[in-house]
């Protein structure tokens, strides 16, 4: 006898499918979403700003001018470093919180 006769095609296949396009689009919709975020981190008091989209982009870099008249170049390049990785983490933290529940514990 023929058993499963009133079955969909696909069955479970065809609904796991459909749940990963929809998961799929969700993914999409929060990387969009992510990019038009942004985060600002700062160092040397507030004297080095860099800003940084959740998608990892620098956006800008801005350097309080009166920074620049008493400053060495090493110190300058450390300042600048310390915003951009601080800044970095504020966006992977972005990605974490926008994309996680999305991705089941996947890392980014």
Same mark, same amino acid.
């Given at each position: 006898m023929a058993k499963n006769i009133n079955r969909p095609?696909?069955?479970a296949q065809g609904g796991m499918m459909q749940q990963l396009q929809r998961l799929q689009q969700q993914m999409t919709e929060a990387q969009?979403?992510?990019a038009q975020e942004t985060v600002t981190a700062t160092s040397g008091?507030?004297?080095v700003r860099v800003t940084m989209s959740g $998608?990892?982009?620098c956006q800008s870099v801005v350097i309080d001018p009166e920074?620049?008249?008493?400053?060495?170049?090493?110190?300058?390049? $450390?300042?600048?470093?310390?915003?951009?990785?601080?800044?970095? $983490?504020q966006s992977r933290e972005l990605q974490r919180k926008a994309l996680g529940p999305l991705a089941g514990g996947l890392s980014f």
């Open positions: 095609a696909g069955g969009e979403r992510l008091g507030n004297a $998608d990892q982009k920074l620049l008249k008493n400053m060495e170049c090493e110190m300058l390049q $450390d300042l600048i470093m310390v915003a951009v990785n601080m800044a970095l $983490d």
